[in-house]
């Protein structure tokens, strides 16, 4: 592909080397060769980046006082180098041939394949599942009955799908991601103390665009959906319970476990370790730092607060906040400590 159709499909500014050179791909400045994209945010990184051996460069206008007019390494200006650089990526690598049914493949009664369709070594498609065009299916995933999969989804070993999942599409689900099992619901006897299962026959709802990392779980509705809205992406080792609604582009970091029939806004970013209750609420674009924690059936906002404020500790709450009581029960301890020795 040519620096030239990266910027038509991009945007961007071109200001040195010619439209025509040829990128098969990205790299960090130090490994690139002449087929590579590298990208710059700075002055400094822009300096080493124009000169090494990358093709082009992608920087932010501004890093670089003057270009030299007879340079062959290819300068695009943006806004956001980085982004553009990402999704330069994406157009770059090369894209995988479909190589249709493995003949270990087990498909169910009144599967629907759309056009491209992969189905790996191993893996099983129930009955009256819907896969869409472009989509693979890797070795050893199971997608359950009435399952609905759309277009240019890749599924990737050993995933499971249980019955009635759906997923739009561009959604990724890693190695071993268990999506639609049932929640965790029980009803206790006061009489015995024995459990019955509430029921659990909701459906989960997976939007367009979402990733979803290995070995993450999300359990389908009890008596309504689970959704997770277009555009997340959800990190390794991630439990979202049942009846829980995710809203659009969220990032939910590693470790997280976010209880039943909670909410959580467009665009928050919920960071590594961090436990909420159920039936809590988070709002749109908050925050949590590592290891935050929210009560079952609080609702946290940003209500009040500078926008990309982070709350942290249990119940979560603004960083300055959180630093003012350590501060204070370190002097506490202090002064305690003296009191002892006196």
Request: proline share 4%.
């Amino acid at each position: 592909m040519t620096l030239g159709e990266l910027v038509e499909q991009l945007g961007g500014t071109q200001v040195q080397g010619s439209p025509e050179i040829e990128l098969a791909g990205v790299q960090t400045t130090g490994a690139a060769n002449g087929l590579d994209l590298v990208f710059a945010e700075d002055r400094a990184s822009a300096v080493t980046a124009l000169a090494g051996a990358a093709g082009a460069v992608v920087l932010k206008a501004g890093c670089v006082e003057a270009y030299a007019s007879n340079h062959a390494v290819g300068v695009v200006e943006a806004d956001q180098p980085r982004l553009w650089f990402a999704r330069a990526a994406k157009l770059l690598k090369p894209e995988v041939e479909p190589a249709g049914v493995h003949p270990t493949a087990v498909i169910g009664a009144l599967v629907e394949l759309g056009f491209d369709v992969t189905i790996g070594a191993g893996a099983v498609i129930g009955e009256c599942a819907t896969i869409g065009a472009g989509t693979r299916i890797e070795a050893g995933a199971v997608i359950g009955p009435y399952v609905s999969i759309g277009e240019n989804c890749r599924i990737y070993p050993r995933a499971t799908l249980y019955r009635g999942t759906s997923l739009g599409d561009r959604v990724v689900v890693h190695a071993g991601a268990v999506l639609g099992a049932d929640g965790f619901g029980y009803v206790r006897d006061k009489t015995t103390g024995a459990y019955t299962q509430f029921p659990q026959q909701g459906t989960l709802v997976i939007e367009d665009d979402v990733e979803i990392g290995a070995n993450s779980t999300i359990d389908r509705g009890a008596l309504r959906r689970t959704r997770i809205g277009r555009g997340t992406k959800i990190d390794n080792l991630i439990h979202v319970g049942h009846n829980c609604d995710i809203g659009e582009d969220v990032i939910l970091v590693a470790l997280t476990g976010i209880s039943g029939s909670s909410t959580v806004g467009n665009g928050a970013v919920i960071a590594g370790q961090v436990g909420i209750g159920d039936h809590a609420h988070i709002g749109p674009g908050v925050i949590l730092g590592g290891q935050a924690g929210v009560f079952s059936g609080a609702t946290v906002t940003n209500e009040g607060l500078k926008p990309g404020s982070v709350l942290f500790g249990t119940p979560a709450r603004p960083l300055r906040q959180v630093l003012r009581e350590q501060a204070v029960l370190a002097r506490l301890a202090k002064k305690q400590r003296t009191v002892n020795k006196d």
